[in-house]
């Protein structure tokens, strides 16, 4: 094989992926639709609670929740403290409980009946851990949750949100998308009838907050984000947050991916930046 030959066969594969990020890329920033306002008035979220605030995703969920004016108290349920779970503590918003047990949640029963609505982010990576354990984190821990909680809250609506992954099925030969499936089938089902409903949120690569990053996560990041693979983790806290604001534009079993939760994440900036001085 001549070397121009060769060259041409090297570079052809890299041509065609840059000429399909830059279209997807193009396509991404000329897609002008968003999110309409939130017409009447908003849906009560003045106490919730976090679970997994001390991971990635966690991290930014507590740090959008400790910069909104409309939640005055924030139950952190972790195994650990943080500086940021520590900064909100210390403003007198947080509410820290340490708890170890994810299976029984007797011990918290006061704290998680004040709830509004309930931001879950425990997860765990499924390199390196069997699929039993995997499925305990990812599926028993929260159905033992929400069993309990429902069975003290006295409260007419309550929300329930949820962070599964993107590219998941049934029927995946990956254990990690098929367990994450189960999980918000279960979560779904459990819901079903009741005053709980679950929002399930498929975001891709998570960005984490810029105080976290390193710099191999920025770089992950900005390749990913022009082509809406990528979303930092308050964004989705703030998603989260205008989900749970909206109250019955949402049911029971709605799912957002990567781009809802940005445009959610956006809808949620637009309005709160309008109520400031």
């Not at 094989?1 to 991404?28: G, I």
């Not at 001390?54 to 939640?71: E, H, P, R, V, Y």
């Not at 049934?170 to 994450?180: G, H, L, P, T, Y």
Request: glycine residues 6%; proline residues 4%; negative net charge.
């Amino acid at each position: 094989m001549t070397l121009p030959r060769l060259r041409t066969v090297l570079l052809t594969p890299l041509v065609l992926f840059a000429v399909m990020y830059v279209a997807l890329a193009v396509k991404h920033a000329m897609d002008g639709s968003a999110i309409a306002g939130i017409d009447g008035p908003l849906a009560n979220y003045e106490t919730i609670a976090i679970f997994g605030a001390s991971g990635t995703a966690g991290d930014g969920i507590l740090k959008a929740a400790l910069a909104d004016s409309d939640i005055s108290k924030i139950h952190v349920i972790t195994r650990r403290a943080t500086p940021r779970i520590e900064e909100g503590v210390a403003s007198g918003k947080v509410q820290m409980t340490t708890h170890m047990d994810y299976l029984d949640y007797s011990a918290i029963r006061e704290q998680v009946a004040e709830a509004d609505a309930v931001y879950w982010a425990i997860g765990t990576s499924s390199v390196g851990v069997d699929e039993k354990t995997y499925g305990m984190i990812h599926v028993d821990f929260p159905i033992r949750f929400v069993a309990e909680w429902t069975s003290i809250s006295d409260k007419p609506d309550i929300t329930f949100h949820y962070i599964s992954s993107s590219d998941i099925s049934a029927d995946s030969r990956m254990m990690w998308a098929r367990e994450k499936v189960r999980a918000e089938t279960s979560l779904f089902e459990f819901a079903s009838g009741n005053d709980l409903r679950v929002i399930a949120y498929r975001p891709d690569y998570i960005g984490p907050t810029a105080e976290e990053a390193h710099l191999g996560q920025n770089l992950l990041y900005w390749f990913f984000a022009p082509v809406n693979s990528a979303v930092r983790a308050k964004q989705i806290g703030q998603a989260m947050i205008e989900v749970t604001a909206r109250g019955s534009q949402f049911k029971n079993g709605d799912i957002l991916t990567t781009g809802k939760i940005i445009r959610y994440s956006d809808a949620y900036e637009r309005r709160t930046s309008a109520l400031q001085p």
